[in-house]
């Protein structure tokens, strides 16, 4: 019997264990929270906009060994057969004689740039310039989705924190609207005091169902961005490093911005196609071989023969037309020289602008400090003094608002503070997945590149290797 007990008592122990223990699965825990770093890798994995810059990077590469391939041997062949029929008569023959004969011709025809003055070579050039502008617009593209991220990250917090303030205003009015009811029904103050608070009160309710349409809106930006809804977040991590001073940050944007960086190789790739143009204007020199087989297949005839020779050619005149190219090139060229002077001083703006909206989000935030302070202060004052009689309820609901506008404040501006700080960083070109250490993949412009360069054929180790890769290319 003390043995059934026994049991008994150890199968409810060990139940009360296991419930305990899986609640406790069930309740969050701060190190499963979600912080900016995990937030930045899901946007680094998600976007649909990097992926879509990515195959763009890849169809630049293509362009590289489409260049390449110019100068490589062309081989082709042809196939005729053919089938002649009618009746043919002559002095020699008066009699008509039918002509029935099939024959069948196979070629096979090899063609070789020799010498072009440099002008295929130069558009090798041209294209290897175009794909290192698309990777450093792949990286500012990578900056903007980062930055985005964060704005979205705050935006949540800032939307949560609002929801927390309204609603706790709303406890607040609540409890002034009882203790001007209790007043009213002992004739401290009037009907009148009773309805600002009712409408204060009203007021209240209503910022909080906005304050909770922003936090789902908020919540849907941040799951467009990062690629899921957010859970729990954590408070963000302490301000990143940036350049202490102005210049020195507009000295580093200028060296090392992708969206700079790009340009300069648009203007090199520019000037290259001018010299290519140029060098059409040119004779080429040309190799060429052939080798044919053809047969009467009615008759025992056949014919086997090949050529081998070198073939030089220039374009005397085409009306104008090689000539319009190389000044529409060169226009072409002048304007990617302009625009790098324009892209240069929109980056120096940028940092301005960036370091001006940091120093006055930080202002912003110690004032929202003082003003806090001072409002609760009164806050406190005004209603202790109504109790007394000596403030009304609309003063009371006054200081109430006031310290609702302070809180709301420094909730905006401690949000704005973080998204300043590293839309300080995108200025200077350093808001990257590598540069700021995230824990992902980073993806390799060069891995892609590296296989087509050289133009492989499909049939080919490195055409199967590549093929491999767009099909895992596919996959993701």
Do not use: C
Not at 99 to 122: E, Q, T, V
Not at 304 to 310: I, K, M, P
Request: glycine share 6%; net charge positive; proline share 3%.
């Amino acid at each position: 019997m003390k043995l059934k007990v026994g049991r008994s008592r150890l199968t409810a122990g060990l139940m009360l264990g296991l419930v305990a223990f899986f609640a406790t699965l069930a309740l969050p825990r701060a190190s499963l929270a979600e912080t900016l770093a995990d937030a930045m890798v899901g946007a680094y994995k998600h976007s649909g906009l990097l992926q879509q810059n990515r195959a763009l990077l890849r169809a630049a590469d293509e362009d590289v060994a489409q260049a390449t391939a110019a100068l490589k041997p062309v081989l082709r062949w042809t196939a005729t057969a053919t089938q002649e029929f009618g009746r043919i008569k002559s002095a020699i023959s008066p009699l008509p004689v039918s002509n029935n004969d099939m024959s069948l011709a196979i070629n096979l025809i090899a063609d070789m740039l020799l010498y072009d003055f440099g002008a295929s070579a130069f558009r090798v050039e041209a294209a290897k310039e175009t794909v290192l502008a698309t990777r450093d617009a792949l990286l500012d593209l990578e900056q903007q989705v980062l930055l985005r991220t964060v704005s979205a990250y705050m935006g949540v917090i800032e939307a949560s924190e609002f929801v927390a303030l309204r609603e706790n205003n709303v406890r607040l009015l609540t409890q002034e609207l009882r203790a001007a009811r209790d007043r009213f029904e002992v004739g401290e103050v009037t009907r009148t005091d009773v309805a600002l608070a009712e409408a204060q009160l009203a007021e209240a309710r209503s910022g909080v169902a906005a304050a909770m349409g922003d936090m789902m809106r908020a919540r849907e930006e941040y799951k467009n961005v990062v690629g899921r809804y957010p859970g729990n977040l954590r408070p963000p991590p302490s301000l990143p490093n940036i350049q202490s001073s102005t210049s020195g940050a507009k000295s580093l944007a200028v060296r090392q911005h992708p969206a700079l960086s790009s340009v300069q190789h648009q203007v090199a790739a520019a000037d290259l196609l001018v010299r290519a143009g140029e060098a059409d204007l040119r004779p080429t020199l040309r190799l060429q071989g052939s080798f044919g087989i053809s047969e009467n297949l009615n008759a025992d005839e056949f014919n086997r023969s090949g050529s081998v020779g070198l073939q030089a050619g220039q374009t005397i005149y085409q009306g104008g037309g090689l000539s319009s190219v190389i000044r529409q090139r060169m226009a072409q060229a002048s304007a990617q020289r302009a625009n790098l002077h324009v892209v240069r001083h929109n980056i120096q703006q940028e940092v301005g602008n960036a370091y001006a909206t940091l120093g006055s989000t930080r202002a912003q935030l110690e004032a929202s400090d003082r003003q806090i302070r001072a409002a609760q202060i009164a806050f406190r004052g005004i209603r202790e003094e109504a109790a007394l009689g000596a403030r009304t309820t609309l003063d009371v609901l006054d200081a109430e608002q006031a310290l609702l506008d302070a809180q709301t404040l420094q909730i905006s501006a401690r949000a704005n503070l973080y998204v300043a700080s590293y839309a300080v960083l995108s200025s200077t070109g350093q808001l990257t997945a590598q540069k700021l250490g995230l824990p992902v993949q980073i993806y390799d412009p060069a891995g892609y590149y590296n296989l087509v360069k050289d133009a492989p054929i499909k049939r080919s180790k490195q055409g199967e290797q590549l093929d491999r890769v767009l099909r895992a290319l596919q996959k993701d």
